[in-house]
């Protein structure tokens, strides 16, 4: 992503409703898979460790991350993350089959051979290994924003889903995220022409403490659901997938 932008959505990210109540979602899955103290998990793009904190807070694995981006892993290192590294996500440091669960939470959109970090993130699982994937979908909302996340593209749920079982993942579950949030979030894409100059930086802003607390619980409420049944639609996509 941008320099400019980069710096804004690591000081934010920690309290912003779509950062939080996503690595909500995410701590519920890893609270469902069964696995023993030994388990490792890697978060790709773990940017500045805010999910790693969360989870070692809920289990006792050994979680690794990493990040491109040099201030992000400095910030890791802040916070005393010492399993934190600057790699690319489309080629890991890392032996075959080393890891128990893989995160990879809107990290795929930003590769541009994806195929090639699918194929990665499957040979560092271990057989029967989970992993979670999060990525935008829809290139119908593609705005602005996604360049200046530096996005190559937006994901269809069937496009995803080929892409998983193309590097054979066995694919357990595969459904829509902010499904509530999605209408306005879709208008928004007519809108932004005319507003882009407010809504550049929305996702890198940290909206009034009321609004972000609301738009928190109405997630949160989804997420709840979502533990029971998959959404039709959302702003985002995510499968949860294992090594055959």
Not at 73 to 94: F, H, Q, S, W
Not at 98 to 106: E, G, P
Not at 217 to 243: D, H, Q, R, W, Y
């Amino acid at each position: 992503m941008l320099i400019e932008y980069e710096k804004v959505y690591h000081q934010v990210e920690e309290k912003h409703w779509w950062h939080d109540s996503r690595r909500d979602y995410i701590s519920k899955i890893i609270q469902k898979i069964s696995f023993d103290s030994s388990c490792k998990i890697l978060d790709i793009g773990c940017s500045t460790g805010v999910l790693i904190e969360k989870l070692s807070k809920l289990t006792n694995a050994e979680i690794f991350g990493i990040d491109v981006s040099d201030n992000a892993i400095n910030a890791c290192r802040d916070r005393g993350l010492v399993n934190t590294k600057v790699m690319n996500g489309e080629k890991l440091d890392y032996e075959n089959s080393t890891f128990d669960i893989v995160i990879a939470s809107d990290c795929l959109e930003h590769i541009e051979d994806d195929r090639k970090a699918l194929k990665e993130w499957y040979r560092v699982l271990k057989n029967r290994g989970k992993i979670i994937i999060f990525v935008p979908a829809f290139m119908s909302i593609w705005t602005e924003l996604d360049q200046i996340s530096k996005h190559y593209r937006r994901y269809g749920r069937n496009e995803l889903k080929l892409k998983l079982k193309n590097s054979r993942f066995i694919i357990n579950r595969i459904s829509f995220w902010n499904c509530m949030l999605f209408i306005p979030i879709f208008l928004t894409r007519f809108l932004y022409p005319i507003l882009q100059t407010k809504m550049k930086y929305s996702l890198g802003q940290l909206p009034n403490p009321i609004i972000n607390r609301l738009l928190f619980s109405i997630l949160k409420i989804e997420n709840n659901i979502l533990m029971k049944t998959n959404l039709p639609i959302g702003v985002s996509l995510f499968a949860i997938c294992e090594k055959r």
